[in-house]
């Protein structure tokens, strides 16, 4: 026989992960509940992250809310988002000032310990032409920056920014009271396209002033030998992970292997990641960049390429990788849509690259090919911990062969293990294998990260706004006992 559970019974904890959920407006409503809930809506936890939008049609408002809830809940603050639109003509005035105003307050709240901030795709090259409305939102973010005390992380992906706008920002940064402890930076598409920061002593200076600076995520056109000895030199116990993104032609500005080698001595603990597009380093040397010295820990490759734009690169490229790499080289992910036959350079590298832990492709290969993958990691020559293999175009035939030998080939992979015609299997001729009974492949999350720099839970601020100032983020006291059964 079922039993009733009161209201009253349900954890705090159950309570706090629904009221997580909730937009503000619908936080509000739940607290008006009952007692009990109404106690929950002030606990930190569900205050800890805040996304603010300053849109075209209401940025005035969103200031002033914001303003109402650093002035409630901004001790519980620690990670902040904030968006600033698609400004436009009419629109970029109204939105830096309200950023003004709302910064302001929130360097006057002397409670408020900001550990991630987020610029959210600011993409200024495209929407910021009004240099005093550009130059207003700059010196704001600069001011709120310098004086953070307790900043860890910082998120300025796709801000697209002028020369001199970047070096300020990034000048806040570096000799505001967060320079003993920011250690993440994310800047890539920090500054505007085909800019090459590294050649502004204004920038490498601001690099070189990071005293706890553990991981960067940058473009390879914003480094050079310089930043890298200088990262050597500054944080050798702290740093270790570089991530690279080349978005472009890199000849001319290729960094010299002994400046990779000094970096990889000074600096032991760091690990190199690098994502590679090689459609947009179209008819060039996949290779000019990947020198031998580089401490290359992660590799992802991609191309949406026609098959004659990559003709014969990517086979030598992924022998180049195998002879340079082949002690370094522990994750490698791999998306191509149309290549030329690389099934005897892939194997070959894998032989070469006997420390890859996390394989990734999805790509055009033969039935052979696949099984010569798992038979080399059955024999020992592979260490694989997860095996995400997606083939296009193979034949029933072909998968038939597979099927035969997957399961005794691969019963040594302790993670995670696809391997079928698309990523989440495939009613015709596709094969998902179970792993430690832990149920399919398809159904068990990546844990790579393909490509994706940020991971922020976007919380929507759009709440309807009364006429009296106090009973925003205030819900009003109860008069009634604290009895549930009116919910019922």
Not at 102 to 114: E, M, Q, T
């Amino acid at each position: 026989m079922a039993t009733s559970v009161s209201w009253n019974d349900i954890p705090d904890i159950a309570l706090i992960s629904i009221y997580s959920s909730l937009l503000d407006k619908d936080k509000l409503n739940v607290a008006c509940t009952c007692k009990n809930w109404n106690r929950l809506f002030s606990t930190a936890k569900l205050w800890r992250h805040r996304r603010v939008v300053f849109d075209a049609k209401c940025s005035e408002e969103t200031a002033e809310r914001e303003i109402k809830f650093l002035n409630r809940f901004g001790h519980c603050l620690n990670r902040l988002t904030l968006n600033l639109g698609r400004p436009t003509f009419k629109s970029c005035l109204s939105i830096s000032k309200s950023l003004e105003c709302y910064l302001k307050r929130l360097c006057g709240c002397n409670d408020i310990s900001i550990r991630e901030l987020d610029l959210e795709n600011l993409h200024m090259e495209q929407h910021w032409h009004f240099i005093l409305s550009r130059g207003r939102v700059v010196t704001s973010l600069c001011k709120m920056i310098r004086r953070q005390k307790f900043l860890e992380a910082v998120y300025m992906a796709g801000a697209r920014a002028r020369l001199m706008d970047g070096c300020r920002i990034l000048d806040a940064l570096a000799k505001g009271r967060a320079r003993n402890t920011i250690k993440s930076l994310y800047m890539e598409d920090f500054f505007e396209t085909n800019m090459f920061p590294f050649r502004c002593p204004r920038y490498v200076n601001a690099m070189s002033k990071f005293l706890a600076l553990e991981e960067l995520h940058i473009n390879y056109r914003y480094i050079s030998a310089e930043i890298l000895r200088n990262i050597a030199n500054t944080l050798s116990r702290h740093f270790h992970n570089l991530s690279v993104v080349l978005e472009g032609d890199v000849r001319g500005i290729e960094i010299q292997p002994d400046a990779w080698m000094e970096f990889a001595e000074k600096c032991p603990l760091a690990d190199v990641g690098a994502y590679l597009c090689t459609t947009i380093l179209r008819g060039n040397d996949l290779r000019s960049a990947f020198v031998r010295g580089i401490p290359l820990n992660q590799l992802y490759l991609t191309s949406w390429a026609r098959i004659d734009e990559t003709e014969q690169r990517l086979s030598i490229f992924l022998r180049h990788l195998g002879n340079m790499y082949n002690t370094t080289l522990e994750n490698f992910a791999m998306f191509f849509e149309h290549h030329e036959h690389i099934d005897a350079d892939l194997l070959y590298m894998l032989r070469k690259c006997r420390q890859i832990k996390d394989l990734c492709i999805q790509a055009r290969l033969s039935a052979d090919t696949v099984v010569n993958i798992m038979t080399l990691q059955h024999q020992g020559k592979l260490s694989l911990r997860s095996i995400n293999l997606t083939i296009p175009g193979l034949s029933s035939d072909d998968w038939h062969q597979i099927d035969q030998e997957k399961e005794r080939l691969l019963t040594n992979v302790t993670d995670f293990a696809h391997i079928g015609p698309n990523e989440f299997g495939s009613s015709i001729g596709g094969s998902t294998i179970t792993i430690d009974g832990v149920g399919p492949a398809d159904e068990i999350p990546d844990g790579g990260d393909d490509g994706a720099i940020f991971n922020f839970q976007n919380i929507d601020v759009n709440v309807e706004i009364s006429d009296d100032e106090n009973d925003i983020f205030q819900p009003p006291a109860l008069d009634h006992e604290d009895d549930d059964d009116f919910l019922m």
